[in-house]
């Protein structure tokens, strides 16, 4: 009994852990941690009417942004925008509105990607105790307040923030403008442009599978929408990006909004959908395949292998994310410039020493 009561305990854990890990979650003391995209989004949508159009003194707890917070020190908090997992916040001179209109140019900008770990807490000091900041600090703001009764002193009663993050940096809003048009195309933001995004793709010589990871093409997905987003569209990972046809590409980036848009409005990666799949949504599931070995909805096998450095996964039977035309079409092996007698050699190849992963090589969708 004792052995049952412990197994079932840890199983209970793991599968505890396993969400928190896998999932961005929003924890106590107003503190958002970033796993995937749509939580730097939260973060923006929940953090912007708290903060936007407060002034802040700024210090770097751990030293790590120490001439940041400099530049930044005694400014209005005047704009929060998300694109994919970067974060910026614009701060401005302490003047007024129309006054600022013009001024734009001379904002400091602050972007912050958090990484696997980062997190900003948002206390309200006339409410909550703020914590001792931790070794992992790197931005301290605490806001600037007049005293009701004087004009002259301040008082430090307001909100106060800690950040900690992979990477922040400063600068003039050409940060922000150089930043944001190196990145893809963010499924969560209104300006997204799919049709840009698709003549990218269908130029590219990558997998279907790395371009979604890639932020340069899809900004803010991780590796969990990849598997699910590539499931419920149908497409195999390996198709490869100039094999994309324009209707599968549509299925992944409306799936990618659908997703993402749902991870944003939940703070949560649930992928399964009841009017879609109710038998798999009936059995409590999440998710159709990411880190399952068998498919959630067709009971078939789930193969893994890696991409890019990170696990990707699709169901091999068949009918959830076919592999249409195995073997390349005349177009296909002719833009490579292989001949069809060496595709048949390299599909031999293939075969024998890839049997994990059938079609790698000549995944074509024409
Ligand atoms: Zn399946």
């Not at 949508?45 to 936007?52: A, D, E, G, I, W």
Request: charged residues 25%; contains cysteine; proline residues 4%.
């Amino acid at each position: 009994m004792r052995v049952t009561f412990s197994t079932a305990a840890l199983l209970l854990l793991v599968i505890t852990l396993q969400h928190f890990l896998s999932t961005s979650a929003l924890i106590p003391n107003n503190t958002i941690r970033m796993v995937e995209g749509h939580s730097v989004h939260r973060i923006a949508s929940s953090f912007r009417s708290k903060l936007v159009g407060r002034k802040f003194s700024a210090s770097s707890p751990n030293g790590r942004f120490a001439d940041g917070a400099a530049a930044i020190d005694g400014r209005v908090l005047s704009r929060m925008e998300a694109v994919g997992k970067n974060l910026f916040v614009f701060f401005s001179s302490d003047v007024k509105d129309e006054v600022r209109e013009n001024r734009e140019k001379e904002d400091v900008v602050v972007h912050v990607h958090f990484g696997m770990s980062g997190a900003w807490a948002v206390y309200n000091s006339s409410g909550e105790e703020e914590p001792e900041v931790k070794a992992t600090t790197r931005l301290r703001l605490e806001e600037i307040k007049f005293k009701v009764n004087s004009s002259s002193s301040l008082s430090s009663k307001g909100f106060i923030t800690h950040l900690s993050a992979m990477a922040v940096a400063h600068g003039d809003p050409s940060l922000y403008s150089a930043k944001k048009n190196s990145l893809g195309q963010d499924p969560l933001r209104s300006d997204a442009d799919p049709d840009f995004l698709y003549s990218k793709i269908a130029k590219s010589k990558k997998s279907i599978g790395q371009l979604l990871m890639d932020q340069s093409y899809f900004a803010g997905p991780g590796n969990i929408y990849r598997a699910e987003i590539l499931f419920l569209a149908g497409v195999y990972p390996t198709t490869l990006g100039v094999s994309l046809d324009r209707e599968s590409f549509n299925k992944v980036w409306d799936t990618s909004v659908k997703l993402v848009r749902r991870g944003y409005d939940t703070g949560s990666i649930l992928t399964v959908d009841a009017t879609i799949d109710p038998s798999v949504a009936a059995h409590g599931e999440r998710r159709y395949i990411y880190t399952k070995s068998q498919c959630a909805r067709c009971g078939g096998r789930v193969s893994s292998w890696d991409i890019s450095g990170r696990t990707c996964y699709a169901c091999e039977s068949g009918r959830c994310q076919p592999k249409l035309n195995v073997l390349p079409s005349r177009p296909t092996f002719l833009r490579y410039g292989l001949s069809w007698k060496n595709c048949l050699k390299m599909k031999m190849v293939a075969m024998l020493f890839l049997p994990r992963v059938p079609g790698r090589l000549f995944i074509s969708r024409r």
